[in-house]
């Protein structure tokens, strides 16, 4: 009976154990077995210059952040160049919440450094640089985990995730530098604007 009870008290605190990780609300840094694996490179061609596409990106963090995405993004700490934000990503019946520094390149450069999550090593960046008139951006990073193989099939999965919360971002990055790019806010939205 006592060992009945021993297992089930572990399944329970395996499962909010797993909850705690998964919330980002419990990151295990152990340093023991540490494995790195890239995210990325991706890339998007976006039909807007790259500062137009850096604004869009970088607004939320250095301005005030929009009522809309508040239910995605906190910032908690804020300066020119660096932050310190909250991005709440939903994850089955879950929202997953990172804690990451913010850094600002105008107009080429943005760096994500994870400094709580579900996994103990997470960088990326979204380098711009222009190509004909529009912005090549490109998704690259790094992400480790703990423990060799069993950190290796849970960073696995949380690369997936990451990946698809990114893509999600990125299109709707891409869709408002693409927005203001073809009615600037200095044209009437009734008109046409012509470009010099």
């Not at 703990?146 to 690369?159: T, Y």
Request: with cysteine; net charge positive.
């Amino acid at each position: 009976m006592r060992r009945l009870l021993a297992v089930g008290l572990l399944g329970v605190v395996g499962v909010k154990l797993y909850a705690l990780v998964v919330r980002g609300a419990l990151t295990l840094d152990l340093g023991i077995g540490r494995r790195t694996s890239p995210l990325g490179p991706v890339r998007w061609t976006i039909d807007a210059p790259p500062e137009a596409v850096f604004d869009v990106i970088a607004t939320p963090y250095l301005d005030r952040t929009p009522r809309a995405l508040q239910q995605k993004l906190a910032v908690w700490e804020g300066g020119s160049d660096m932050v310190l934000a909250a991005h709440f990503t939903p994850v089955r019946r879950m929202v997953a919440t990172t804690l990451e520094t913010v850094r600002f390149a105008r107009p080429r450069r943005i760096d994500f450094r994870l400094v709580r999550g579900p996994v103990p090593h997470l960088s990326e960046s979204f380098e711009l640089r222009e190509v004909d008139g529009a912005t090549e951006l490109v998704w690259s990073g790094e992400l480790g985990t703990d423990l060799w193989g069993p950190g290796a099939w849970w960073g696995a999965r949380v690369a997936h995730a990451w990946e698809k919360a990114v893509r999600a971002s990125l299109e709707g990055v891409q869709a408002e530098a693409e927005r203001r790019t073809a009615n600037p806010p200095s044209c009437p939205t009734h008109g046409r604007c012509e470009r010099g």
